[in-house]
């Protein structure tokens, strides 16, 4: 199946500073992507949808400014976490979706997702 | 609304026995995925079924099988003769066409399988 590969799978920063996490597609294009954050015992949030060489998407709630995501080719999405705080220790996730696979707008492939990066933030 | 319950917080089982975990889901589309996932203490998520929504067939895989049902929106998931192995979160998740088709999750299920 599809790879993506996500990175770091861990990383510690102090706090104040700014930590980027990488996302890559490795044998397919994907032209969007997703972030998502999981706290400790509780389920997948989506953060936003990332879109090759547009802005993305933000859900509700997520700050822009905070979460900084950067779509500059369509095999990698970043996400920068500016400013890091203790309470934005978390795991964090993204997904691709292969773009060639997709018949009269409906996607044939599910998402396939990294292997996550868990963030400390101390 | 776009949803998915996962009512069993958490389930524990004595390896060999057959467990169920359960899926409900709401959405107003006619097109969608459903799919199953297990996230191991590692973290990662492992894929282990997409269902599209026109496709309303029972699946089997190994010791995993899967009933998907329009009519009462479910999509449950039984794992037979459970093993230790098993142990792990799994969620259920559903991605609608309404939003560009992004995954939705359930607040998973815990499972504890004993030796």
């Known amino acids: 199946g599809a790879v993506v590969s996500q990175h770091p799978s861990r990383v510690i920063c102090k706090s104040g500073t700014s930590v980027k996490i990488e996302c890559r597609s490795l044998?397919?294009?994907?032209?969007?992507m997703f972030w998502y954050r999981q706290f400790p015992k509780q389920s997948l949030m989506l953060m936003a949808t990332?879109?090759?060489?547009?802005?993305?998407?933000?859900e509700q709630g997520v700050e822009k400014d905070k979460f900084l995501i950067n779509h500059a080719s369509l095999t990698l999405s970043t996400l920068t976490v500016t400013s890091a705080h203790p309470e934005d220790s978390s795991f964090y996730i993204c997904s691709a979706r292969d773009s060639s696979q997709k018949t009269g707008g409906f996607y044939n492939t599910e998402a396939f997702f990294g292997q996550g990066t868990r963030l400390t933030v101390v | 609304a776009q949803k998915v319950t996962q009512a069993q917080t958490e389930i524990s089982v004595v390896e060999k026995e057959d467990v169920t975990l359960d899926c409900v889901y709401e959405t107003r589309d006619t097109t969608y995925y459903l799919f199953w996932y297990k996230q191991p203490p590692s973290g990662e998520l492992v894929f282990l079924i997409r269902r599209n929504s026109f496709d309303e067939q029972n699946e089997i895989s190994g010791r995993y099988s899967w009933n998907f049902q329009k009519s009462t929106s479910s999509f449950n998931f039984t794992i037979t003769a459970s093993q230790v192995v098993d142990s792990a979160v799994y969620f259920c998740?559903?991605?609608?066409?309404?939003?560009?088709?992004?995954?939705?999750f359930g607040a998973g299920t815990r499972l504890f399988v004993k030796a």
């Open positions: 044998d397919f294009q994907a032209t969007t």
């Open positions: 998740a559903l991605s609608p066409y309404t939003g560009g088709f992004k995954t939705i």
């Open positions: 990332s879109n090759e060489g547009s802005k993305a998407t933000y």
